[in-house]
């Protein structure tokens, strides 16, 4: 079993109430570190909390040079999906927040120090309630669903993300269709713009699955970040950094090309364009390390594993479910039903 981390205990210590000794964690809806006793509330702001906005230079044509650190915290690793994670005070979960699966103390690995965060906006209460309504609007969701969902349990995470942004100088050929039928063609066009990518946000680890990324991808506003410390995550998990900028880079670049080839497309605003090609000189990459919270609901379903995850942010949620095949059954059938009404309404229509 791993030993003792280097300032843990003394991040430990910054986390008892000034007032009792009692065990703090941070609460979204105090908008700081609580005290479990006496409800004490410290605030975290800091008039430098501005400079988490801060971005930073990276030149892919220059030797890199990011210094490596060792955690002041704990980290475990999950036995089933390889997953690493610290927990930092009351955690409300020793499970892996990522798959549930159980985790052991591990031996402390070096990564990269967090640059910012965005606090938990969204308290337990609120994301279990955002859970049940999410179930409640399924069409076609088993009846007894929410029966299951409500014995699966939340993990509070800090995910680790990247925010990119660069400039393209593009070069791009294309090809596009004009006319119908006979008189259809192919045409081939070329050109040349530029592209400006702000805040592209990428996930830094491959724990984080698509599901997770959905749902807080489009709640990230710069100005919600916070300079990183460890009283923000007091009573949740995390997922440190462990990726250099190359490989945020690398993990960006088919999502990079997506987007390219869409602004080709517009920029060219022509119909059935296809065939894109493209060169591009990529300048002024900044980047930050940053972690964004989610809470995730694991439940199981006729012993599937499933999971809800709601947004720390705004309360965006998204999810797995099973569906019923009586209820899809019905829903095809009166479906049907409309559909060949409607048709007979038509062709009545027309013969009169």
């Known amino acids: 079993m791993a030993g003792p981390v280097p ?18 964690r ?10 479990d006793s006496c409800g004490a509330v410290q ?52 499970r892996c927040p990522y798959c549930d699966g159980p985790v052991v103390l591990a031996d402390p690995d070096k990564g ?14 609120t994301a279990k309630a955002r859970a049940q309504d999410w179930v409640r609007a399924r069409i076609a969701a088993p009846s007894d669903l929410w029966a299951q969902v409500e014995d699966g349990h939340f993990s509070g995470l800090y995910a680790p993300f990247w925010t990119f942004d660069s400039k393209e100088a593009l ?5 596009y269709v004009t006319g119908s039928g006979k008189h259809r063609r192919t045409r081939s066009t070329s050109g040349s713009m530029k ?38 995550l007091a009573g949740f998990a995390a997922e440190r950094h462990h990726q250099t900028v190359a490989e945020g880079l690398e993990a960006n670049a088919s999502d990079k090309r997506l987007l390219i080839r869409n602004r080709i497309k517009k920029h060219i605003d022509k119909r059935g364009v296809h065939d894109i090609t493209y060169r591009t000189d990529t300048t002024g990459i900044h980047y ?60 009545a229509g027309g013969l009169l």
């Open 26 to 35: 941070y609460s979204p809806e105090a908008e700081g570190l609580a005290c």
């Open 112 to 125: 990269f120090d967090t640059m910012a965060l965005i606090p938990f906006r969204v308290t337990l209460e």
């Open 7 to 24: 300032g843990a205990q003394a991040v430990q210590a910054a986390l008892r109430c000034p007032n009792c000794a009692g065990q703090c």
């Open 171 to 175: 070069e791009y050929w294309a090809k």
């Open 195 to 232: 592209i400006h990518f702000d805040d592209l946000l990428v996930p830094a680890s491959p724990h984080v699955t698509p599901l997770i990324r959905d749902g807080i991808l489009h709640d990230f506003y710069p100005l919600r970040l916070r300079p990183y410390r460890a009283a923000y």
């Open 288 to 347: 930050r390390r940053i972690l964004l919270p989610v809470w995730i609901l694991h439940y199981a379903y006729d012993g599937t594993p499933k999971k809800i995850v709601v947004s720390g942010i705004d309360g965006r949620t998204f999810g797995e479910r099973p569906l019923s095949r009586l209820k899809v059954m019905a829903y095809a059938a009166a479906l049907s039903a409309v559909v060949i009404a409607f048709g007979l309404a038509w062709g």
């Open 43 to 94: 605030r975290l702001e800091t008039p430098d909390d501005h400079l988490a906005r801060t971005e930073y230079g990276y030149d892919p044509d220059l030797p890199a040079e990011e210094p490596q650190s060792r955690p002041d915290l704990m980290e475990h690793g999950c036995e089933a999906c390889g997953g690493r994670v610290i927990f930092t005070g009351p955690a409300l979960s020793e």
